[in-house]
Protein backbone atom coordinates (compact mmCIF):
# COMPACT_ATOMS: atom_id res chain seq x y z
CA UNK A 1 0.00 0.00 0.00
CA UNK A 2 1.36 3.35 -1.00
CA UNK A 3 1.96 5.85 2.22
CA UNK A 4 -0.95 8.56 1.12
CA UNK A 5 -3.41 6.33 -0.33
CA UNK A 6 -6.40 5.71 1.20
CA UNK A 7 -6.34 1.77 1.90
CA UNK A 8 -2.51 2.98 3.75
CA UNK A 9 -4.55 5.88 5.89
CA UNK A 10 -7.66 3.46 6.87
CA UNK A 11 -5.27 -0.33 7.27
CA UNK A 12 -1.68 0.60 7.90
CA UNK A 13 -2.83 3.84 9.95
CA UNK A 14 -5.71 1.95 11.85
CA UNK A 15 -8.20 4.65 11.35
CA UNK A 16 -10.69 1.84 10.08
CA UNK A 17 -10.36 -0.29 12.95
CA UNK A 18 -11.89 2.75 15.47
CA UNK A 19 -14.75 3.35 13.08
CA UNK A 20 -15.95 -0.02 12.70
CA UNK A 21 -15.61 -0.91 16.68
CA UNK A 22 -17.69 2.56 17.08
CA UNK A 23 -19.37 1.42 14.28
CA UNK A 24 -20.21 -1.88 16.60
CA UNK A 25 -20.43 -0.67 20.10
CA UNK A 26 -23.54 2.04 18.71
CA UNK A 27 -25.27 -0.83 17.20
CA UNK A 28 -24.35 -2.93 20.68
CA UNK A 29 -25.60 -0.10 22.95
CA UNK A 30 -28.56 0.82 21.05
CA UNK A 31 -29.88 -2.47 20.04
CA UNK A 32 -29.51 -4.58 23.50
CA UNK A 33 -30.62 -2.59 26.15
CA UNK A 34 -33.65 -2.03 24.27
CA UNK A 35 -34.68 -5.57 22.61
CA UNK A 36 -32.84 -8.00 24.54
CA UNK A 37 -33.12 -6.33 28.02
CA UNK A 38 -35.84 -4.43 29.94
CA UNK A 39 -35.79 -1.93 32.27
CA UNK A 40 -36.67 -2.36 35.90
CA UNK A 41 -40.35 -2.18 37.32
CA UNK A 42 -39.53 0.49 40.11
CA UNK A 43 -42.16 0.91 43.02
CA UNK A 44 -44.37 4.04 42.61
CA UNK A 45 -47.19 6.01 44.71
CA UNK A 46 -50.08 7.49 42.76
CA UNK A 47 -49.95 10.22 45.12
CA UNK A 48 -46.17 10.98 44.50
CA UNK A 49 -46.31 14.65 43.51
CA UNK A 50 -42.66 14.10 42.08
CA UNK A 51 -44.66 12.04 39.35
CA UNK A 52 -47.52 13.96 38.64
CA UNK A 53 -46.59 17.03 36.41
CA UNK A 54 -48.41 17.16 33.23
CA UNK A 55 -47.34 15.75 29.94
CA UNK A 56 -46.42 18.31 27.21
CA UNK A 57 -44.23 18.21 24.12
CA UNK A 58 -40.67 18.56 24.02
CA UNK A 59 -39.90 22.39 23.18
CA UNK A 60 -36.29 20.45 21.36
CA UNK A 61 -37.87 16.98 19.42
CA UNK A 62 -35.70 13.65 18.71
CA UNK A 63 -35.33 14.82 15.13
CA UNK A 64 -33.99 18.24 16.22
CA UNK A 65 -31.94 16.90 18.35
CA UNK A 66 -30.30 14.63 16.07
CA UNK A 67 -29.90 17.31 13.42
CA UNK A 68 -27.76 19.21 16.28
CA UNK A 69 -25.71 16.70 17.40
CA UNK A 70 -24.87 15.24 14.15
CA UNK A 71 -25.38 17.75 11.71
CA UNK A 72 -24.47 20.92 12.97
CA UNK A 73 -20.59 19.38 13.63
CA UNK A 74 -20.80 18.35 10.42
CA UNK A 75 -21.42 21.90 8.93
CA UNK A 76 -18.77 23.43 11.42
CA UNK A 77 -16.07 20.82 10.36
CA UNK A 78 -16.35 21.50 6.87
CA UNK A 79 -16.23 25.27 6.97
CA UNK A 80 -13.02 24.96 9.25
CA UNK A 81 -11.18 22.31 6.89
CA UNK A 82 -12.07 24.99 4.21
CA UNK A 83 -11.16 27.99 5.89
CA UNK A 84 -7.91 26.75 7.89
CA UNK A 85 -6.64 23.73 6.08
CA UNK A 86 -4.08 22.67 9.15
CA UNK A 87 -3.40 19.07 9.10
CA UNK A 88 -4.90 18.70 5.79
CA UNK A 89 -8.84 19.56 4.85
CA UNK A 90 -9.80 15.54 4.48
CA UNK A 91 -7.75 14.43 7.04
CA UNK A 92 -8.95 17.22 9.43
CA UNK A 93 -13.13 16.76 9.07
CA UNK A 94 -11.84 12.91 9.18
CA UNK A 95 -10.54 13.11 12.95
CA UNK A 96 -13.08 15.37 14.00
CA UNK A 97 -15.86 12.80 12.03
CA UNK A 98 -14.16 9.79 14.13
CA UNK A 99 -14.21 12.16 17.74
CA UNK A 100 -18.14 12.55 16.79
CA UNK A 101 -18.28 8.41 16.08
CA UNK A 102 -16.46 7.56 19.18
CA UNK A 103 -18.17 10.06 21.30
CA UNK A 104 -21.86 9.01 20.23
CA UNK A 105 -20.65 5.14 20.89
CA UNK A 106 -19.42 6.17 24.23
CA UNK A 107 -22.67 8.34 25.44
CA UNK A 108 -24.96 6.21 24.28
CA UNK A 109 -22.97 3.26 26.49
CA UNK A 110 -23.20 4.83 29.34
CA UNK A 111 -26.72 6.31 28.49
CA UNK A 112 -28.73 2.88 27.43
CA UNK A 113 -27.27 1.02 30.07
CA UNK A 114 -27.50 3.14 32.85
CA UNK A 115 -31.39 3.81 31.94
CA UNK A 116 -31.98 0.13 33.02
CA UNK A 117 -32.32 0.97 36.30
CA UNK A 118 -35.84 2.33 35.45
CA UNK A 119 -35.91 5.49 37.08
CA UNK A 120 -39.67 7.65 36.12
CA UNK A 121 -40.19 10.61 34.33
CA UNK A 122 -41.70 13.26 36.44
CA UNK A 123 -44.89 13.20 34.01
CA UNK A 124 -45.11 9.37 34.89
CA UNK A 125 -48.59 9.13 36.31
CA UNK A 126 -49.74 11.68 33.05
CA UNK A 127 -48.35 9.46 30.54
CA UNK A 128 -49.57 6.38 32.16
CA UNK A 129 -52.92 7.89 31.09
CA UNK A 130 -52.35 7.29 27.55
CA UNK A 131 -52.65 3.98 27.69
CA UNK A 132 -49.82 4.37 25.05
CA UNK A 133 -47.30 1.37 25.52
CA UNK A 134 -44.50 3.21 23.81
CA UNK A 135 -44.58 6.29 25.75
CA UNK A 136 -45.29 4.25 28.75
CA UNK A 137 -41.79 2.61 28.14
CA UNK A 138 -39.99 5.39 27.57
CA UNK A 139 -40.85 6.57 30.18
CA UNK A 140 -38.85 4.39 32.65
CA UNK A 141 -36.27 5.42 31.01
CA UNK A 142 -35.48 9.03 32.59
CA UNK A 143 -32.14 8.43 33.99
CA UNK A 144 -29.95 9.60 32.61
CA UNK A 145 -31.22 12.33 30.09
CA UNK A 146 -30.36 11.24 26.39
CA UNK A 147 -30.73 15.03 25.00
CA UNK A 148 -28.41 15.98 27.82
CA UNK A 149 -25.98 13.31 26.85
CA UNK A 150 -25.89 13.53 23.34
CA UNK A 151 -26.22 17.06 23.27
CA UNK A 152 -23.18 17.66 25.35
CA UNK A 153 -21.26 14.78 23.66
CA UNK A 154 -21.06 16.23 20.21
CA UNK A 155 -20.87 20.55 21.36
CA UNK A 156 -18.07 19.07 24.01
CA UNK A 157 -16.01 18.42 20.60
CA UNK A 158 -16.96 20.97 18.73
CA UNK A 159 -16.01 23.82 21.59
CA UNK A 160 -12.60 21.74 21.81
CA UNK A 161 -12.47 21.17 17.76
CA UNK A 162 -12.79 25.60 17.76
CA UNK A 163 -10.65 26.15 20.94
CA UNK A 164 -7.90 24.09 19.09
CA UNK A 165 -8.35 25.65 15.93
CA UNK A 166 -8.04 28.95 17.01
CA UNK A 167 -5.24 28.24 19.27
CA UNK A 168 -6.43 30.15 21.98
CA UNK A 169 -4.55 28.60 24.71
CA UNK A 170 -1.48 27.56 22.61
CA UNK A 171 -0.37 31.23 20.74
CA UNK A 172 -1.14 34.78 21.81
CA UNK A 173 -3.88 35.88 19.49
CA UNK A 174 -6.34 39.21 19.37
CA UNK A 175 -9.93 39.52 20.35
CA UNK A 176 -9.16 37.06 22.76
CA UNK A 177 -11.94 37.09 24.69
CA UNK A 178 -14.26 37.38 21.74
CA UNK A 179 -13.27 34.25 20.19
CA UNK A 180 -13.60 32.23 23.64
CA UNK A 181 -17.27 33.46 23.65
CA UNK A 182 -17.72 31.87 19.85
CA UNK A 183 -15.79 28.91 21.30
CA UNK A 184 -18.30 28.29 23.64
CA UNK A 185 -21.00 29.10 22.50
CA UNK A 186 -21.73 25.30 21.17
CA UNK A 187 -21.69 24.40 25.14
CA UNK A 188 -24.35 27.18 25.93
CA UNK A 189 -26.58 25.60 23.06
CA UNK A 190 -26.04 21.95 24.94
CA UNK A 191 -27.51 23.82 27.97
CA UNK A 192 -29.94 25.31 26.37
CA UNK A 193 -31.39 21.80 25.25
CA UNK A 194 -30.27 20.27 28.87
CA UNK A 195 -32.69 23.03 30.59
CA UNK A 196 -35.53 22.36 28.16
CA UNK A 197 -35.69 18.65 29.57
CA UNK A 198 -36.75 19.94 33.15
CA UNK A 199 -39.05 22.93 31.66
CA UNK A 200 -41.20 20.10 29.47
CA UNK A 201 -41.19 18.14 32.92
CA UNK A 202 -39.47 15.30 31.13
CA UNK A 203 -36.51 14.81 33.35
CA UNK A 204 -35.55 15.83 36.85
CA UNK A 205 -32.68 17.87 37.37
CA UNK A 206 -30.47 14.79 38.57
CA UNK A 207 -31.87 13.44 35.18
CA UNK A 208 -30.32 16.22 32.93
CA UNK A 209 -26.99 16.37 35.31
CA UNK A 210 -26.05 13.03 34.84
CA UNK A 211 -27.05 13.43 31.34
CA UNK A 212 -24.53 16.58 30.91
CA UNK A 213 -21.56 14.97 33.01
CA UNK A 214 -21.40 11.53 30.89
CA UNK A 215 -21.70 14.04 27.91
CA UNK A 216 -18.44 16.23 29.14
CA UNK A 217 -16.51 13.33 29.53
CA UNK A 218 -17.36 11.29 26.45
CA UNK A 219 -17.27 14.12 24.01
CA UNK A 220 -13.78 14.96 25.90
CA UNK A 221 -11.99 11.46 25.57
CA UNK A 222 -13.23 11.23 22.15
CA UNK A 223 -11.60 14.79 21.06
CA UNK A 224 -8.45 13.96 22.71
CA UNK A 225 -8.11 10.80 21.03
CA UNK A 226 -8.14 12.40 17.86
CA UNK A 227 -6.74 15.77 18.92
CA UNK A 228 -3.23 17.21 20.72
CA UNK A 229 -3.86 19.31 24.21
CA UNK A 230 -5.25 22.54 23.33
CA UNK A 231 -1.50 23.63 25.20
CA UNK A 232 0.54 22.39 22.21
CA UNK A 233 1.69 24.22 19.52
CA UNK A 234 -0.05 22.44 17.05
CA UNK A 235 -3.45 22.14 18.86
CA UNK A 236 -5.17 22.79 15.62
CA UNK A 237 -3.87 19.54 13.83
CA UNK A 238 -5.27 16.23 14.20
CA UNK A 239 -3.05 13.67 15.48
CA UNK A 240 -1.43 11.01 12.83
CA UNK A 241 -0.03 7.90 13.23
CA UNK A 242 3.19 5.86 11.96
CA UNK A 243 5.05 7.51 9.52
CA UNK A 244 2.39 10.55 9.04
CA UNK A 245 2.81 11.55 12.79
CA UNK A 246 6.50 11.82 12.62
CA UNK A 247 6.14 14.08 8.91
CA UNK A 248 3.36 16.19 11.39
CA UNK A 249 5.70 16.25 14.14
CA UNK A 250 8.48 17.65 11.92
CA UNK A 251 5.99 20.12 10.66
CA UNK A 252 4.92 21.93 14.15
CA UNK A 253 8.63 21.76 15.07
CA UNK A 254 9.95 23.66 11.62
CA UNK A 255 6.83 25.98 12.27
CA UNK A 256 7.79 26.92 15.79
CA UNK A 257 11.43 27.70 14.98
CA UNK A 258 10.69 30.05 12.36
CA UNK A 259 7.72 31.68 14.42
CA UNK A 260 10.58 32.41 16.95
CA UNK A 261 12.76 33.44 14.19
CA UNK A 262 10.36 35.65 13.10
CA UNK A 263 9.79 37.11 17.01
CA UNK A 264 13.07 37.41 18.17
CA UNK A 265 15.23 38.30 14.60
CA UNK A 266 17.17 35.66 15.86
CA UNK A 267 18.24 32.19 13.77
Known amino acids: MEPGSLLHFFIVEGYLWDWLTAAAGI ?6 PAKALTPLKRFYNTTDMTLSYPARSSSVPSSALYVL ?29 LSIAEGFALATGFKRWTNLVGVLRPN ?4 LRTNDDGEIEDSRLAYPSGHS ?23 PSQLLFLKSVLAVAPIALALFVAVS ?31 PSLFSP ?11 AKREAQKVKTEDKAAMYDTTGNA
Do not use: Q
Open 27 to 32: VINLVV
Open 234 to 244: GSGSPKRRGEA
Open 149 to 171: AYMFFSMTIVSLYILGKLELLSR
Open 69 to 97: VFVLPAVVFMVAAVVKRSGGGLVDWHHAA
Open 124 to 127: WLAV
Open 197 to 227: RIADYKHSPADVNAGCFIGIVCGSFAYFLNY
